[in-house]
Protein backbone atom coordinates (compact mmCIF):
# COMPACT_ATOMS: atom_id res chain seq x y z
CA UNK A 1 0.00 0.00 0.00
CA UNK A 2 1.44 3.64 -0.79
CA UNK A 3 2.72 5.91 1.58
CA UNK A 4 -0.07 8.05 2.59
CA UNK A 5 2.99 11.02 3.29
CA UNK A 6 3.37 14.06 1.14
CA UNK A 7 6.35 12.78 -0.82
CA UNK A 8 8.11 15.77 -2.11
CA UNK A 9 11.78 15.04 -0.28
CA UNK A 10 13.80 12.26 -0.54
CA UNK A 11 16.45 11.21 -3.47
CA UNK A 12 16.47 14.20 -6.90
CA UNK A 13 15.61 12.16 -9.65
CA UNK A 14 17.01 12.85 -13.10
CA UNK A 15 20.17 15.19 -13.66
CA UNK A 16 20.66 17.18 -10.93
CA UNK A 17 23.53 20.35 -11.33
CA UNK A 18 25.68 20.79 -8.28
CA UNK A 19 29.58 22.55 -7.52
CA UNK A 20 30.19 18.79 -7.17
CA UNK A 21 29.57 17.92 -10.81
CA UNK A 22 26.19 15.93 -11.88
CA UNK A 23 24.50 13.78 -9.63
CA UNK A 24 22.53 11.06 -11.72
CA UNK A 25 19.39 9.08 -10.03
CA UNK A 26 17.38 6.85 -11.96
CA UNK A 27 14.72 4.35 -10.19
CA UNK A 28 14.82 0.80 -11.42
CA UNK A 29 14.05 -1.73 -8.50
CA UNK A 30 14.28 -4.76 -10.55
CA UNK A 31 17.30 -4.04 -12.25
CA UNK A 32 20.92 -5.41 -12.41
CA UNK A 33 22.78 -2.71 -14.00
CA UNK A 34 22.63 1.09 -14.97
CA UNK A 35 25.01 3.08 -16.92
CA UNK A 36 25.18 6.72 -18.22
CA UNK A 37 26.64 7.20 -21.48
CA UNK A 38 27.65 11.03 -21.32
CA UNK A 39 29.13 13.17 -24.48
CA UNK A 40 30.83 16.47 -23.01
CA UNK A 41 29.27 19.73 -24.11
CA UNK A 42 32.03 21.19 -24.78
CA UNK A 43 34.51 18.37 -26.17
CA UNK A 44 32.26 15.81 -27.58
CA UNK A 45 34.49 13.43 -25.41
CA UNK A 46 32.13 10.49 -25.02
CA UNK A 47 32.31 8.39 -21.72
CA UNK A 48 30.55 5.52 -19.61
CA UNK A 49 29.42 6.29 -15.97
CA UNK A 50 28.09 2.85 -14.12
CA UNK A 51 25.52 4.12 -11.25
CA UNK A 52 25.63 1.90 -8.08
CA UNK A 53 22.25 0.34 -6.66
CA UNK A 54 20.83 1.13 -3.61
CA UNK A 55 18.89 -0.61 -1.20
CA UNK A 56 15.88 1.33 -1.98
CA UNK A 57 16.02 0.62 -5.70
CA UNK A 58 17.64 3.30 -7.25
CA UNK A 59 20.65 3.67 -9.16
CA UNK A 60 23.45 6.81 -8.56
CA UNK A 61 26.50 8.23 -9.68
CA UNK A 62 28.48 11.42 -9.71
CA UNK A 63 29.91 12.89 -12.71
CA UNK A 64 33.00 15.05 -11.60
CA UNK A 65 33.68 16.76 -14.56
CA UNK A 66 29.80 16.63 -15.41
CA UNK A 67 27.96 20.41 -16.66
CA UNK A 68 25.26 21.80 -18.09
CA UNK A 69 24.86 21.17 -21.97
CA UNK A 70 25.86 17.44 -21.96
CA UNK A 71 24.18 15.09 -23.38
CA UNK A 72 23.25 11.03 -21.77
CA UNK A 73 21.67 7.97 -22.55
CA UNK A 74 21.11 5.18 -19.87
CA UNK A 75 21.67 1.62 -20.32
CA UNK A 76 19.14 -0.49 -18.55
CA UNK A 77 20.52 -3.83 -18.20
CA UNK A 78 20.47 -4.51 -22.01
CA UNK A 79 18.04 -1.77 -22.85
CA UNK A 80 20.13 1.25 -24.55
CA UNK A 81 20.00 4.47 -25.58
CA UNK A 82 17.09 5.25 -23.37
CA UNK A 83 16.26 8.84 -22.41
CA UNK A 84 15.81 9.81 -18.76
CA UNK A 85 12.88 9.53 -17.49
CA UNK A 86 13.25 12.60 -15.39
CA UNK A 87 14.89 14.54 -18.63
CA UNK A 88 14.81 18.34 -18.05
CA UNK A 89 15.44 18.35 -22.09
CA UNK A 90 15.52 16.89 -24.94
CA UNK A 91 16.90 18.77 -27.49
CA UNK A 92 16.83 16.33 -30.45
CA UNK A 93 13.11 14.79 -29.32
CA UNK A 94 12.09 12.01 -27.81
CA UNK A 95 14.27 9.86 -29.07
CA UNK A 96 17.33 11.60 -28.65
CA UNK A 97 19.58 11.97 -25.53
CA UNK A 98 18.67 13.76 -22.54
CA UNK A 99 20.99 16.94 -21.91
CA UNK A 100 21.57 18.21 -18.54
CA UNK A 101 20.04 21.52 -17.71
CA UNK A 102 21.17 24.36 -15.29
CA UNK A 103 17.98 26.24 -13.76
CA UNK A 104 19.77 28.96 -11.99
CA UNK A 105 21.43 30.12 -15.01
CA UNK A 106 18.23 32.17 -16.32
CA UNK A 107 18.40 35.45 -14.61
CA UNK A 108 14.33 36.24 -13.59
CA UNK A 109 13.42 40.26 -14.15
CA UNK A 110 10.49 39.28 -12.11
CA UNK A 111 11.99 38.28 -8.77
CA UNK A 112 9.45 39.26 -6.49
CA UNK A 113 6.50 38.27 -7.75
CA UNK A 114 3.78 36.39 -5.92
CA UNK A 115 1.24 34.78 -7.19
CA UNK A 116 -2.04 37.36 -6.99
CA UNK A 117 -5.38 35.90 -4.80
CA UNK A 118 -7.61 37.34 -7.07
CA UNK A 119 -10.59 36.74 -9.11
CA UNK A 120 -9.24 34.74 -12.48
CA UNK A 121 -10.07 35.35 -16.06
CA UNK A 122 -8.25 32.55 -17.44
CA UNK A 123 -6.80 31.92 -20.96
CA UNK A 124 -6.03 28.85 -22.48
CA UNK A 125 -3.88 28.35 -25.15
CA UNK A 126 -1.82 25.99 -27.35
CA UNK A 127 1.72 27.21 -27.67
CA UNK A 128 2.25 25.53 -31.05
CA UNK A 129 -0.54 27.04 -32.55
CA UNK A 130 -1.21 30.28 -30.31
CA UNK A 131 1.34 31.86 -32.89
CA UNK A 132 2.71 31.45 -36.20
CA UNK A 133 5.87 30.46 -34.61
CA UNK A 134 4.77 27.99 -32.30
CA UNK A 135 7.81 28.77 -29.70
CA UNK A 136 7.59 30.21 -26.26
CA UNK A 137 9.74 33.09 -27.38
CA UNK A 138 6.91 33.91 -30.25
CA UNK A 139 4.24 33.88 -27.78
CA UNK A 140 5.82 36.61 -25.58
CA UNK A 141 5.10 38.58 -28.01
CA UNK A 142 1.22 38.27 -27.94
CA UNK A 143 0.87 38.95 -24.14
CA UNK A 144 0.33 42.56 -23.87
CA UNK A 145 -3.09 41.55 -26.32
CA UNK A 146 -3.78 39.07 -23.57
CA UNK A 147 -3.68 41.96 -20.64
CA UNK A 148 -5.58 44.27 -22.88
CA UNK A 149 -8.05 42.06 -23.24
CA UNK A 150 -8.73 41.34 -19.38
CA UNK A 151 -7.33 38.45 -18.81
CA UNK A 152 -5.23 37.84 -15.53
CA UNK A 153 -4.04 34.04 -15.71
CA UNK A 154 -2.51 32.27 -18.93
CA UNK A 155 -3.14 28.45 -18.77
CA UNK A 156 -0.83 26.46 -21.07
CA UNK A 157 -2.08 23.11 -22.45
CA UNK A 158 0.23 20.35 -21.39
CA UNK A 159 4.48 20.65 -22.27
CA UNK A 160 5.99 16.89 -21.12
CA UNK A 161 7.88 16.05 -24.00
CA UNK A 162 5.97 13.97 -26.51
CA UNK A 163 6.63 11.72 -29.65
CA UNK A 164 7.08 13.81 -32.90
CA UNK A 165 6.74 17.75 -33.70
CA UNK A 166 2.84 18.66 -33.08
CA UNK A 167 1.24 17.35 -30.50
CA UNK A 168 -1.67 18.82 -28.10
CA UNK A 169 0.23 17.45 -25.40
CA UNK A 170 -1.95 14.75 -23.71
CA UNK A 171 0.27 11.80 -25.16
CA UNK A 172 3.37 13.35 -23.25
CA UNK A 173 5.58 10.48 -21.72
CA UNK A 174 8.88 12.56 -20.16
CA UNK A 175 6.76 14.59 -17.35
CA UNK A 176 10.30 17.12 -16.61
CA UNK A 177 10.91 17.99 -20.01
CA UNK A 178 9.80 21.19 -21.97
CA UNK A 179 8.55 20.02 -25.45
CA UNK A 180 11.83 21.04 -27.24
CA UNK A 181 9.07 22.04 -30.62
CA UNK A 182 8.59 25.28 -28.65
CA UNK A 183 12.41 26.38 -27.54
CA UNK A 184 14.58 25.55 -25.17
CA UNK A 185 13.96 24.93 -20.77
CA UNK A 186 15.18 28.99 -20.94
CA UNK A 187 12.84 30.20 -23.13
CA UNK A 188 10.10 28.57 -21.24
CA UNK A 189 11.06 30.26 -18.01
CA UNK A 190 11.16 33.87 -19.97
CA UNK A 191 7.58 33.20 -21.07
CA UNK A 192 6.64 32.79 -17.46
CA UNK A 193 8.85 35.86 -16.74
CA UNK A 194 7.46 37.81 -19.18
CA UNK A 195 3.77 37.44 -17.89
CA UNK A 196 4.94 37.61 -14.31
CA UNK A 197 6.33 40.88 -15.50
CA UNK A 198 2.92 42.00 -16.90
CA UNK A 199 0.84 40.74 -13.81
CA UNK A 200 -0.19 37.77 -15.47
CA UNK A 201 -0.47 34.77 -13.52
CA UNK A 202 0.42 31.34 -15.74
CA UNK A 203 -1.08 27.97 -14.92
CA UNK A 204 0.33 24.64 -16.68
CA UNK A 205 -2.14 21.52 -17.92
CA UNK A 206 -0.18 18.20 -16.41
CA UNK A 207 -1.33 15.05 -17.32
CA UNK A 208 -0.88 12.51 -14.37
CA UNK A 209 -4.05 10.24 -15.22
CA UNK A 210 -2.59 8.30 -18.01
CA UNK A 211 1.17 7.16 -19.73
CA UNK A 212 1.84 8.64 -22.87
CA UNK A 213 0.94 5.42 -25.60
CA UNK A 214 3.81 6.02 -27.83
CA UNK A 215 7.52 6.60 -26.71
CA UNK A 216 6.87 5.57 -23.05
CA UNK A 217 10.13 3.49 -21.64
CA UNK A 218 8.89 3.41 -18.19
CA UNK A 219 8.69 0.08 -18.61
CA UNK A 220 11.98 -0.67 -19.45
CA UNK A 221 13.56 1.03 -16.11
CA UNK A 222 10.68 -0.84 -13.87
CA UNK A 223 7.23 -2.62 -14.37
CA UNK A 224 5.94 -1.04 -11.31
CA UNK A 225 5.65 2.61 -12.98
CA UNK A 226 2.66 1.70 -14.43
CA UNK A 227 -0.27 -0.04 -12.59
CA UNK A 228 -0.52 -4.37 -13.20
CA UNK A 229 -4.22 -3.70 -13.93
CA UNK A 230 -5.63 -0.24 -14.06
CA UNK A 231 -5.43 1.34 -17.75
CA UNK A 232 -8.13 3.37 -19.58
CA UNK A 233 -8.82 4.15 -23.04
CA UNK A 234 -6.06 6.68 -23.18
CA UNK A 235 -3.08 4.42 -22.44
CA UNK A 236 -1.42 2.98 -18.76
CA UNK A 237 -2.35 4.34 -15.17
CA UNK A 238 0.80 5.33 -12.95
CA UNK A 239 1.10 2.77 -10.38
CA UNK A 240 -0.12 4.86 -7.08
CA UNK A 241 -1.56 2.36 -4.93
CA UNK A 242 -0.01 -1.15 -5.46
CA UNK A 243 3.88 -2.50 -5.33
CA UNK A 244 6.45 -0.03 -4.99
CA UNK A 245 4.25 2.82 -5.63
CA UNK A 246 5.61 5.35 -3.14
CA UNK A 247 8.53 5.78 -5.68
CA UNK A 248 5.98 6.30 -8.76
CA UNK A 249 4.13 8.83 -6.40
CA UNK A 250 7.68 10.56 -5.56
CA UNK A 251 8.48 11.11 -9.04
CA UNK A 252 5.17 12.50 -10.30
CA UNK A 253 4.91 14.69 -6.65
CA UNK A 254 8.30 15.86 -7.49
CA UNK A 255 7.60 16.95 -10.92
CA UNK A 256 4.52 19.07 -9.41
CA UNK A 257 7.40 20.56 -7.10
CA UNK A 258 10.12 21.25 -10.37
CA UNK A 259 7.18 23.02 -12.19
CA UNK A 260 7.03 25.83 -9.25
CA UNK A 261 10.02 25.89 -7.95
CA UNK A 262 12.10 25.90 -11.44
CA UNK A 263 10.14 27.77 -13.47
CA UNK A 264 8.20 29.59 -11.35
CA UNK A 265 4.85 28.16 -12.59
CA UNK A 266 1.63 29.39 -10.39
CA UNK A 267 -0.42 26.40 -10.04
CA UNK A 268 -1.82 23.83 -12.21
CA UNK A 269 -4.85 22.46 -14.29
CA UNK A 270 -4.86 18.84 -13.17
CA UNK A 271 -6.26 16.75 -16.56
CA UNK A 272 -9.00 14.17 -16.11
CA UNK A 273 -8.56 13.44 -12.12
CA UNK A 274 -11.24 11.54 -12.14
CA UNK A 275 -9.85 9.12 -13.97
CA UNK A 276 -6.24 9.21 -12.08
CA UNK A 277 -6.67 5.86 -9.97
CA UNK A 278 -5.67 5.82 -6.50
CA UNK A 279 -7.30 3.14 -3.61
CA UNK A 280 -4.52 4.67 -1.04
CA UNK A 281 -5.53 5.99 2.44
CA UNK A 282 -4.40 9.57 1.17
CA UNK A 283 -5.07 10.21 -2.52
CA UNK A 284 -2.67 11.79 -5.08
CA UNK A 285 -4.35 14.65 -5.61
CA UNK A 286 -4.54 15.49 -1.88
CA UNK A 287 -0.22 15.19 -1.59
CA UNK A 288 -0.50 17.77 -5.11
CA UNK A 289 -2.54 19.75 -3.73
CA UNK A 290 -0.86 20.55 -0.22
CA UNK A 291 1.85 21.21 -1.57
CA UNK A 292 1.07 23.69 -4.34
CA UNK A 293 -0.89 25.63 -2.03
CA UNK A 294 2.09 25.75 0.43
CA UNK A 295 3.59 27.21 -1.83
CA UNK A 296 1.38 29.80 -2.58
CA UNK A 297 -0.21 27.80 -5.99
CA UNK A 298 -3.76 27.41 -7.70
CA UNK A 299 -4.76 23.73 -8.19
CA UNK A 300 -7.63 23.28 -10.49
CA UNK A 301 -9.24 20.15 -12.02
CA UNK A 302 -11.06 18.46 -14.77
CA UNK A 303 -13.17 16.20 -13.03
CA UNK A 304 -16.55 14.97 -15.06
CA UNK A 305 -18.22 13.70 -11.56
CA UNK A 306 -19.50 16.66 -10.51
CA UNK A 307 -18.38 16.03 -7.22
CA UNK A 308 -18.22 18.63 -4.07
CA UNK A 309 -16.46 16.02 -2.63
CA UNK A 310 -13.22 16.90 -4.09
CA UNK A 311 -13.72 20.46 -2.30
CA UNK A 312 -13.46 19.29 1.58
CA UNK A 313 -10.45 19.59 3.43
CA UNK A 314 -7.45 16.67 2.88
CA UNK A 315 -8.11 16.01 6.81
CA UNK A 316 -12.23 15.62 5.78
CA UNK A 317 -11.14 12.94 2.76
CA UNK A 318 -11.28 15.60 0.63
CA UNK A 319 -8.14 17.37 -2.09
CA UNK A 320 -9.05 20.90 -1.11
CA UNK A 321 -8.84 22.19 -4.98
CA UNK A 322 -9.25 25.91 -5.59
CA UNK A 323 -11.64 25.08 -8.61
CA UNK A 324 -13.27 22.61 -11.29
CA UNK A 325 -13.88 22.89 -15.06
CA UNK A 326 -17.82 22.91 -14.62
CA UNK A 327 -18.94 22.19 -18.20
CA UNK A 328 -22.59 21.43 -17.71
CA UNK A 329 -22.97 25.62 -18.39
CA UNK A 330 -20.85 25.04 -21.93
CA UNK A 331 -23.28 22.41 -22.62
CA UNK A 332 -26.63 23.70 -21.56
CA UNK A 333 -25.28 27.15 -23.88
CA UNK A 334 -24.52 25.79 -26.40
CA UNK A 335 -27.73 23.46 -27.10
CA UNK A 336 -29.70 26.59 -26.38
CA UNK A 337 -27.66 28.13 -29.35
CA UNK A 338 -26.91 24.62 -31.99
CA UNK A 339 -29.89 22.60 -30.43
CA UNK A 340 -27.51 19.78 -30.83
CA UNK A 341 -28.38 16.76 -28.54
CA UNK A 342 -25.55 14.11 -29.36
CA UNK A 343 -23.21 12.15 -27.50
CA UNK A 344 -22.96 13.86 -23.77
CA UNK A 345 -25.24 16.87 -25.05
CA UNK A 346 -27.94 14.93 -25.57
CA UNK A 347 -28.18 15.13 -21.62
CA UNK A 348 -29.25 19.05 -22.03
CA UNK A 349 -32.36 21.02 -23.06
CA UNK A 350 -30.57 24.31 -23.26
CA UNK A 351 -34.02 25.68 -21.79
CA UNK A 352 -33.82 29.53 -20.04
CA UNK A 353 -34.37 27.31 -16.80
CA UNK A 354 -31.69 24.99 -17.27
CA UNK A 355 -29.45 27.92 -17.76
CA UNK A 356 -30.49 29.80 -15.08
CA UNK A 357 -30.35 26.16 -12.71
CA UNK A 358 -27.04 26.01 -13.92
CA UNK A 359 -25.93 29.33 -13.30
CA UNK A 360 -27.72 29.36 -9.46
CA UNK A 361 -25.50 26.09 -8.74
CA UNK A 362 -22.61 26.14 -10.31
CA UNK A 363 -22.86 22.84 -12.65
CA UNK A 364 -26.51 20.97 -13.46
CA UNK A 365 -26.04 17.73 -12.81
CA UNK A 366 -26.26 17.36 -9.15
CA UNK A 367 -27.47 13.35 -8.80
CA UNK A 368 -29.58 13.03 -12.08
CA UNK A 369 -29.50 10.44 -14.15
CA UNK A 370 -27.91 11.89 -17.93
CA UNK A 371 -29.86 10.54 -20.30
CA UNK A 372 -26.38 8.64 -22.01
CA UNK A 373 -25.84 7.70 -18.03
CA UNK A 374 -26.12 4.37 -15.89
CA UNK A 375 -26.02 5.98 -12.52
CA UNK A 376 -26.33 9.22 -10.78
CA UNK A 377 -24.40 12.09 -11.58
CA UNK A 378 -23.21 15.01 -9.17
CA UNK A 379 -23.90 16.55 -5.90
CA UNK A 380 -24.82 19.41 -4.37
CA UNK A 381 -23.10 22.25 -5.19
CA UNK A 382 -24.80 25.92 -3.60
CA UNK A 383 -22.78 25.85 -0.46
CA UNK A 384 -19.62 26.41 -2.56
CA UNK A 385 -18.64 29.90 -3.40
CA UNK A 386 -18.60 30.86 -7.21
CA UNK A 387 -14.67 30.80 -7.40
CA UNK A 388 -14.98 26.94 -7.32
CA UNK A 389 -16.33 26.89 -10.83
CA UNK A 390 -14.48 27.54 -13.88
CA UNK A 391 -17.10 27.87 -16.66
CA UNK A 392 -16.44 28.35 -21.01
CA UNK A 393 -18.31 28.59 -23.61
CA UNK A 394 -14.73 27.34 -25.80
CA UNK A 395 -12.32 25.33 -25.13
CA UNK A 396 -9.79 23.07 -26.12
CA UNK A 397 -11.98 19.89 -26.05
CA UNK A 398 -15.50 21.29 -26.83
CA UNK A 399 -13.81 22.53 -30.22
CA UNK A 400 -10.90 20.15 -31.04
CA UNK A 401 -13.22 17.09 -30.41
CA UNK A 402 -15.65 18.19 -32.96
CA UNK A 403 -14.87 16.03 -36.14
CA UNK A 404 -14.21 19.34 -38.08
CA UNK A 405 -12.91 21.51 -35.26
CA UNK A 406 -15.58 24.28 -35.56
CA UNK A 407 -15.23 27.43 -33.10
CA UNK A 408 -18.80 28.36 -31.65
CA UNK A 409 -18.84 31.61 -33.55
CA UNK A 410 -18.28 29.22 -37.29
CA UNK A 411 -21.94 27.01 -35.62
CA UNK A 412 -24.05 30.18 -34.55
CA UNK A 413 -24.68 33.85 -36.25
CA UNK A 414 -22.90 37.06 -35.20
CA UNK A 415 -25.64 38.31 -33.19
CA UNK A 416 -25.85 34.92 -30.97
CA UNK A 417 -22.23 34.58 -30.29
CA UNK A 418 -22.06 37.91 -29.11
CA UNK A 419 -24.93 37.57 -26.78
CA UNK A 420 -23.41 34.55 -25.50
CA UNK A 421 -20.39 36.22 -25.25
CA UNK A 422 -21.26 38.92 -23.07
CA UNK A 423 -23.59 37.05 -20.87
CA UNK A 424 -20.78 34.61 -20.02
CA UNK A 425 -18.05 37.50 -19.92
CA UNK A 426 -20.61 38.70 -16.83
CA UNK A 427 -21.30 35.86 -15.11
CA UNK A 428 -20.30 35.19 -11.53
CA UNK A 429 -18.19 31.86 -12.29
CA UNK A 430 -14.35 32.29 -13.13
CA UNK A 431 -14.58 32.54 -16.96
CA UNK A 432 -11.94 30.32 -19.26
CA UNK A 433 -11.20 31.77 -22.75
CA UNK A 434 -9.94 29.44 -25.40
CA UNK A 435 -7.68 31.24 -27.13
CA UNK A 436 -9.03 33.29 -30.84
CA UNK A 437 -12.66 33.10 -29.06
CA UNK A 438 -12.25 36.58 -27.89
CA UNK A 439 -12.10 37.79 -31.98
CA UNK A 440 -14.63 35.06 -33.74
CA UNK A 441 -11.19 33.42 -34.91
CA UNK A 442 -11.86 31.96 -38.36
CA UNK A 443 -8.92 29.10 -37.75
CA UNK A 444 -10.75 26.37 -36.57
CA UNK A 445 -8.65 23.69 -33.95
CA UNK A 446 -8.37 20.50 -34.74
CA UNK A 447 -6.94 17.22 -33.35
CA UNK A 448 -3.63 16.91 -34.69
CA UNK A 449 -0.51 14.76 -33.65
CA UNK A 450 2.56 13.50 -35.37
CA UNK A 451 3.09 9.90 -34.41
CA UNK A 452 4.79 6.68 -36.23
CA UNK A 453 3.70 6.08 -39.66
CA UNK A 454 2.05 2.67 -38.05
CA UNK A 455 0.66 4.18 -34.96
CA UNK A 456 -0.54 7.39 -36.92
CA UNK A 457 -2.61 4.90 -39.38
CA UNK A 458 -4.41 3.52 -36.18
CA UNK A 459 -5.22 6.92 -34.31
CA UNK A 460 -6.60 8.42 -38.06
CA UNK A 461 -8.32 5.14 -38.51
CA UNK A 462 -9.70 5.08 -35.06
CA UNK A 463 -11.41 9.06 -35.75
CA UNK A 464 -12.36 7.87 -39.09
CA UNK A 465 -14.39 5.47 -37.83
CA UNK A 466 -15.92 7.66 -35.25
CA UNK A 467 -16.54 10.65 -37.15
CA UNK A 468 -17.77 8.66 -40.06
CA UNK A 469 -21.37 10.03 -39.67
CA UNK A 470 -19.75 13.57 -39.76
CA UNK A 471 -17.84 12.81 -43.77
CA UNK A 472 -21.69 11.84 -44.54
CA UNK A 473 -23.54 14.41 -43.46
CA UNK A 474 -21.06 17.11 -44.60
CA UNK A 475 -19.98 15.70 -47.98
CA UNK A 476 -16.64 16.75 -46.73
CA UNK A 477 -13.78 14.18 -46.34
CA UNK A 478 -12.58 14.09 -42.58
CA UNK A 479 -9.05 15.99 -41.57
CA UNK A 480 -6.21 14.14 -40.86
CA UNK A 481 -4.95 14.48 -37.80
CA UNK A 482 -1.43 13.40 -38.88
CA UNK A 483 -1.12 15.56 -41.81
CA UNK A 484 0.99 18.62 -41.25
CA UNK A 485 -2.00 20.71 -42.79
CA UNK A 486 -3.89 19.79 -40.13
CA UNK A 487 -1.85 21.06 -37.51
CA UNK A 488 -1.47 24.39 -39.98
CA UNK A 489 -4.69 24.83 -40.23
CA UNK A 490 -5.03 25.11 -36.32
CA UNK A 491 -3.07 28.14 -36.14
CA UNK A 492 -4.43 31.51 -35.39
CA UNK A 493 -4.35 33.98 -38.03
CA UNK A 494 -3.28 37.19 -35.98
CA UNK A 495 -3.78 39.16 -39.33
CA UNK A 496 -7.49 38.82 -39.27
CA UNK A 497 -7.69 40.85 -36.35
CA UNK A 498 -7.88 44.05 -37.96
CA UNK A 499 -11.35 42.98 -39.91
CA UNK A 500 -14.74 43.83 -39.03
CA UNK A 501 -15.83 41.11 -37.34
CA UNK A 502 -13.06 40.04 -36.10
CA UNK A 503 -12.10 43.76 -34.59
CA UNK A 504 -15.53 43.94 -33.38
CA UNK A 505 -16.14 41.18 -31.33
CA UNK A 506 -12.62 41.64 -29.81
CA UNK A 507 -13.79 45.06 -28.88
CA UNK A 508 -16.97 43.24 -27.42
CA UNK A 509 -14.92 41.13 -24.98
CA UNK A 510 -12.65 44.14 -24.13
CA UNK A 511 -15.30 46.18 -22.98
CA UNK A 512 -17.35 42.99 -21.17
CA UNK A 513 -13.99 42.00 -19.03
CA UNK A 514 -13.39 45.83 -18.41
CA UNK A 515 -16.92 46.11 -16.83
CA UNK A 516 -16.52 42.99 -14.91
CA UNK A 517 -13.35 44.43 -13.30
CA UNK A 518 -15.14 47.38 -12.53
CA UNK A 519 -18.11 46.03 -10.91
CA UNK A 520 -16.35 42.67 -9.19
CA UNK A 521 -13.54 44.42 -7.85
CA UNK A 522 -11.56 41.65 -8.29
CA UNK A 523 -13.04 38.89 -6.63
CA UNK A 524 -16.12 36.40 -7.71
CA UNK A 525 -19.39 37.99 -6.17
CA UNK A 526 -20.11 36.13 -3.26
CA UNK A 527 -23.42 34.57 -3.80
CA UNK A 528 -25.94 36.23 -1.37
CA UNK A 529 -24.65 39.49 -3.71
CA UNK A 530 -26.87 37.77 -7.28
CA UNK A 531 -29.64 35.90 -8.04
CA UNK A 532 -30.53 34.70 -11.10
CA UNK A 533 -34.21 34.15 -12.44
CA UNK A 534 -36.15 32.91 -15.64
CA UNK A 535 -38.57 33.25 -17.96
CA UNK A 536 -39.33 31.27 -21.31
CA UNK A 537 -37.43 34.45 -23.59
CA UNK A 538 -34.71 35.39 -20.79
CA UNK A 539 -32.07 34.58 -18.04
CA UNK A 540 -30.63 37.22 -16.11
CA UNK A 541 -28.63 37.61 -12.87
CA UNK A 542 -29.33 40.49 -10.52
CA UNK A 543 -25.79 41.81 -8.85
CA UNK A 544 -26.89 43.84 -5.66
CA UNK A 545 -24.02 45.70 -3.99
CA UNK A 546 -23.61 48.25 -1.70
CA UNK A 547 -24.52 51.70 -3.88
CA UNK A 548 -24.91 50.00 -6.89
CA UNK A 549 -26.46 46.92 -8.95
CA UNK A 550 -26.02 45.39 -12.46
CA UNK A 551 -28.69 43.17 -14.19
CA UNK A 552 -27.01 40.64 -17.05
CA UNK A 553 -29.93 39.56 -19.03
CA UNK A 554 -29.71 37.18 -22.41
CA UNK A 555 -32.59 37.30 -24.29
CA UNK A 556 -33.08 34.23 -26.16
CA UNK A 557 -34.77 36.50 -28.77
CA UNK A 558 -34.66 39.93 -29.91
CA UNK A 559 -36.55 41.89 -26.31
CA UNK A 560 -38.51 44.94 -26.41
CA UNK A 561 -36.42 47.82 -25.62
CA UNK A 562 -35.85 48.79 -21.56
CA UNK A 563 -36.82 51.58 -20.02
CA UNK A 564 -33.66 51.88 -18.51
CA UNK A 565 -30.45 53.22 -20.87
CA UNK A 566 -28.15 49.86 -21.08
CA UNK A 567 -24.57 50.18 -19.79
CA UNK A 568 -23.78 47.64 -22.57
CA UNK A 569 -25.24 45.54 -25.56
CA UNK A 570 -24.40 42.96 -27.56
CA UNK A 571 -26.30 44.77 -30.86
CA UNK A 572 -24.41 47.99 -30.62
CA UNK A 573 -22.89 49.16 -34.15
CA UNK A 574 -19.39 48.94 -32.38
CA UNK A 575 -20.00 45.28 -31.96
CA UNK A 576 -21.06 44.82 -35.47
CA UNK A 577 -25.09 44.81 -34.36
CA UNK A 578 -27.65 46.73 -36.67
CA UNK A 579 -30.82 47.71 -36.87
CA UNK A 580 -33.72 45.70 -36.58
CA UNK A 581 -31.46 42.74 -36.54
CA UNK A 582 -33.15 39.27 -35.54
CA UNK A 583 -31.59 36.82 -33.00
CA UNK A 584 -30.46 36.14 -29.08
CA UNK A 585 -29.28 39.63 -27.44
CA UNK A 586 -27.44 40.28 -23.88
CA UNK A 587 -28.15 43.80 -22.28
CA UNK A 588 -26.45 45.21 -18.93
CA UNK A 589 -28.25 47.53 -17.26
CA UNK A 590 -27.17 49.19 -14.26
CA UNK A 591 -29.70 49.37 -11.41
CA UNK A 592 -29.99 51.65 -8.26
Not at 124 to 153: Q, S
Not at 158 to 166: D, F, K, Q, Y
Amino acid sequence: MADSSLETSGRRLGADLSPEGVHYTVWAPERKQVTAHIRRARSDQEIELPLTKTDDGYFLATDENGRAGDLYTFTVDDQQGLPDLASRYQPQGLSGPSQVIDPAAYSWKTPQWKTPSREQVIYELHVGTFTPEGTYRAAVERLDHLVNLGVTTVELMPLAECTGTRNWGYDGVLLFAPYHVYGTPDDLRAFVDACHGRGLAVILDVVYNHIGAVGDSTYCYSQFFAHPENSGAWGKSYNLDGENSRAVRHFLLQNVAYWLDEFRFDGFRFDATHAIRDDSPRHLMADAVEFIHARGGIAIAEDERNSAEIFKPVRDGGWQLDAVWADDFHHTLRVSQTHENHAYLSGYTGSTGEIADTLHNGWHYRGQTPPEGKKPRGTESIHLPPSCFVHCISNHDQVGNRPFGERLNQLISPAAYRAVSLFFCLTPYTPLIFMGQEWASSSPFLFFCDHSADFGRLVTEGRQREFQFAADKSGKPLPDCQAESTFLQSKLRWDEITQPLQSETLLLYREALRLRHEYFAGQNPPRECWSVKASPECVSILYRWPHRALEVALWTSRPARAKAKPLISSSEQRFGGTAGEAGPETIVIARD
